[in-house]
C-alpha cells in the first residue's frame, strides 16, 4: 500500500468511525458499536503525527455530528454544518492529544482524559454548551445502566470511553505480537502479550456489567405521601416550523383533551388528578397578555378541577425578547412561574445575531431571542389541598447535568423537587431521530436520579418513566392522550446526584495525573538509558 493510499485510508477510518459512534445513540441503538468505534478512531490517532492527528479528529467530528444530529436541519439547512463544524473542535482536540502521546504509556490516559474533559466543557461552553453527544446518553437498556444513580452520566461515559481505548491497546498489542510472529519465531512471551490485553479488557467489562446489574436494584425509598398526576398530549397539526398550526389552534387542542380526562374522571375510569401537566408550546400565544388564550385555560381549569402547569412562550422582559416558561395556573391565576435555563443556540437564540442572520437567513424564523431563566426548576405549589415541590424540566434541558441538580436540591429557602415532570414540544422534529434521542436521555435522567418523571408532550411520547427508566406508558406519536398516574414523592439524593462534581473531577483529573506520572517516568527512564556508563 502507498503512502497516500494509506492516509486518505486512515482519514477515511476516522469519518467512518465517527459516524459508527452516531449509530449507537436512538433510535439505532447499536450501543455494542461505539467502544469499538472509539477503538478505531484511537488506533488511526495512534498511527498520526500531531498534525495530521488534529486534522484525523476534525474528520471524526464531523462524522459524528452530522450523522447523530442532523435533524437540526428543521431549523435550515445550513444549521447542521454550523453545529458540526463547532462540536468537531472538541474531537480534533481529543486527536491531537492522543497522537502527541503516541510513542509514550501514557496515550491511553491522557486520551482518555481528552475525551472526558472535551465531553465536560462541550456542555457547557460555548453558547451555554450542547452536550446531547455525551456517550453516555447510548447505554439504556444497556448491562451498565444500573451504574447511573451510582457514578453518574459522568462515570458512565468514562467506562465506555475506557472500553474503547482497552480494545484500541489490545489490538496495537495483538497486531504488535502478529508483526513479530511474522518476523522470527515466538516463544511462550508472544501468546502472554496477547492473552494479558484480551484478560485486562475481559475483567473490566465482566466487572462492569456485574456491578451494573447489582446496581439496578439500588432504590431510595419514597416518601409516604402519593399524588395524582395528569398528563394531556392535545396534539398539532404540523411539523417543522409550523407544527402549532393556526392560531388558537394547540390551545383548543389542548383544552379538548382536558375535557375527555374531566369525562373519564366523572365516570370513575380515573381518579381525580391533584393537577395537570400540559406540555411546552400548549399555548402558541402569550397567556398573560392574551385575553382568548386566558379563556381557554381557564375553561380547562374549571372542568377539569385541578391546577394545570401551563408550557407557554411569553413576551419580554425586553423588547424583542421572549421565555419559554411553565406556568402554574389555577382559578386565582398564575402563582408560580419557572423559565426555561438551557436555551437551543441558533433555534431559540442566536448568538452573535446581527452577523448570523446574514450568513445564515434560514436564522431569521428563530424570531425574538429567548432570555434564559436564572432560578432552579422547582415550583412551590399547592396541589390536592397540600404543599408540593413540583421540579420541571422544559424540552433541552434533561440533557443538563446541573439544571437537573438544581431542580432536585433547590436553592435555599425551598427544598427540592418532590415530583418530576418535563414539558416538551418536539413537534417541529416529528419524523426525525431527536424525538427517540430525547426519550433516551431523559429514561437516563430517571435512572440516575431514581425519580419517576412524567412527560408531557405537544404530540409523541407523553406518559410516565418509572425511577428505573422503564416506560409505563407512552402516547403515540400524532395522537391526542390524556392520562391520570399515581407516583410517589421522592427526596432522597442519589449519589450519582450528590457527588456529580467529585465524580466529574475524578473521570478527569485521576487519568490526567496518571498520564503525566507515566510521562515523568517515561522520560526519566529514557534520559537513564542514553547516559555514558562511568567506566
Known sequence: MTA????????????????????????????????????????????????????????????????????VDVLGVLIPLVFAVWLAVWYALIGLIVSLTRKTPAWGLAGAAAWMGAEWISARWPFGGFGWGRLAYTAAGTPIDGLFPVISVTGVSFL???????????ARRVWAWRTARQAAAQDGAGSRTVVLPAALLLAVLLVSGVGGILARHYDPAPDSRAVAAAVVQGDVPGSGITALGPIYTVENNHLAETIVLAAKVRTGEVPQPDFVVWPENSTATDPNTDQRTQTIINRAVDIVQAPIFVGAITSGPGEDERQTVGLWWTRDGVTATYAKRNLVPFGEWVPFKSVMVKLVPELTYV???SVPGTKPGVVDVEAGGEPLRVGVLICFEVAYDSTVDDMLIGDRTTGGAQVVVVQTSNAMFTGTDQMAQQDAITRIRAMETRREILVATTNSLAGLIDSHG???????????????????TRTALTPAVRYRGPIDLITILVPSLGAAGVLIGHRTLNHRRILPRSS
Open 470 to 488: 422503564r416506560i409505563v406508558y407512552e402516547a403515540h406519536l400524532g395522537t391526542s392522550d390524556a392520562q391520570v398516574f399515581t407516583v410517589p
Open 367 to 369: 424570531g425574538a431571542q
Open 4 to 71: 497516500p493510499t494509506r492516509r486518505w485510508l486512515l482519514s477515511g477510518l476516522s469519518v467512518i468511525a465517527g459516524c459508527a459512534v452516531s449509530l449507537g445513540f436512538e433510535p439505532y441503538n447499536l450501543w455494542w458499536l461505539v467502544p469499538v468505534a472509539v477503538a478505531v478512531f484511537v488506533c488511526v490517532s495512534l498511527a498520526s503525527t500531531p498534525k495530521v492527528g488534529l486534522l484525523r479528529g476534525y474528520l471524526f467530528g464531523l462524522g459524528f455530528n452530522i450523522v447523530a444530529f442532523h435533524w
Open 160 to 170: 465506555i470511553v475506557s472500553a474503547g481505548f482497552l480494545l484500541a491497546w489490545a
